[in-house]
């Protein structure tokens, strides 16, 4: 065989968990730099749909990896708020920051990103999209349409709808959220919502849909804009819940904005289900292909935070020649991210179905400092937790 188009690892997709496991690896083995290839279908910087919303641990995962997001154009956001149709409370992730979290344009932040990995030498081929996998006890070929790789071991880092995810679970019951977005101008005269803020109002509940309207304020091409949407956990599908389309589009309505006046784009959300697989022989999962926040669509820290974890399984496998991975998904089950991650899909599965106005109307209204510290102690900050753990 011809070592022209063999590595020792191809990672399939080059947004954040991708690149997250190269930089990741690029510290614990840089040996294995050359000898990996990243695939992309696309070029960046490519489209991709996003809130952009960037957590103080995803900031955390950066910092290890000596990277700062303040690189880039973003907005810092000073409050985050968590309503019922416009009245609830505000909250700040880290109470020792001045500002709640920043946003970023993620075609942006994915190219950074990218640019980073090139600097540590990484072999990056866009452009190309993966067709099929098969999986043989002596390594796994990657057929594309530009042709076949083939290598040791591969990195299923390629989203919600994972070739690789589908040659390790070739049949399982969806676990998929949805999710509309729209960008408009910064600042709609019938607004009532604060330019410096984010907002989730979970007002759509009532109405069947598992999650919230968001609308965030964020920068692009240097200019101010609002980035909105809806999400829906969709964890236990409801009957006669109001189309995602028309809940927006009343939301749309509050602020003096007509829907039709916007692009309007659409992607799934796998959300993470702790019995599911994380990797079979010579295959591992990250980032959405593996399983995101069912509570509230959060990815971004999240998709940093899988990196580490293959990365090291990465190296172990080299180092002991097994390539069985069987303890990468204890790793990630035992790891602080692992539990915010298992808590989130519980909490999705159970607040979510509590459809009663007034008992949505008391949560958001009434039970914020409830709120705030559950979501301080077992929801967030798991990547400073992990970090000292590990000292």
Known sequence: ?????????????????????????????????????????????????????????????????????????????????????????????????????????????????????????????????????????????????????????????DGSNSLIRRAIIPHEAAHVA????????????????????????????????????????????????????????????????????????EELERHGLHLSDYKLEGHPIRWFDARSLFSAHRLLLVGDAAGADALFGEGISIALGYGGFAARALRDAFTSRDFSFRNYKAAILRSEMGKSLRRRTWWAGFFYRLRWSLLQRLVWRRLGPLIIWVMHHYMIGWARRQAKRAV
Not at 85 to 108: L, N, V
Not at 116 to 128: H, N, S, V, W
Not at 189 to 217: A, C, L, N, T
């Open 1 to 157: 065989m011809s070592n022209i188009n063999h590595y020792d690892i191809i990672i399939v997709g080059a947004g954040p968990a991708g690149i997250s496991t190269a930089l990741h690896l690029a510290k614990l083995a840089p040996e294995l730099v050359s000898r990996t290839l990243i695939l992309e279908k696309a070029h960046h910087p490519r489209p991709k749909l996003c809130g952009g919303g960037l957590l103080p641990d995803a900031e955390v995962v950066l910092d290890q990896l000596g990277l700062d997001v303040r690189e880039l154009p973003h907005v810092d956001v000073d409050w985050a708020r968590f309503d019922f149709d416009r009245q609830g409370f505000r909250f700040r992730p880290d109470p020792g920051r001045s500002f709640a979290f920043r946003t970023i344009r993620r075609h942006e932040f994915d190219a950074w990103l990218v640019s980073k990995a090139r600097e540590q030498g990484f072999l990056i081929q866009e452009d190309t999209c993966v067709k099929s996998i098969a999986v043989t006890a002596s390594g796994v070929t990657v057929i594309t349409d530009r042709g076949e790789y083939h290598a040791e071991l591969v990195v299923g880092a």
């Open 178 to 249: 949805r999710l509309l977005e729209i960008v408009t101008e910064s600042k709609s005269e019938q607004s009532f919502h604060r330019q410096s803020d984010s907002y989730f109002d979970f007002m759509v509940v009532p109405q069947g849909i598992q999650g919230y309207v968001w609308d965030f304020p964020a920068l692009e091409q240097g200019q101010p804009v609002r980035v909105r949407g809806i999400f829906d956990a969709n964890i236990a599908p409801l009957k006669n819940s109001l189309p995602l389309r028309l809940a927006l589009q």
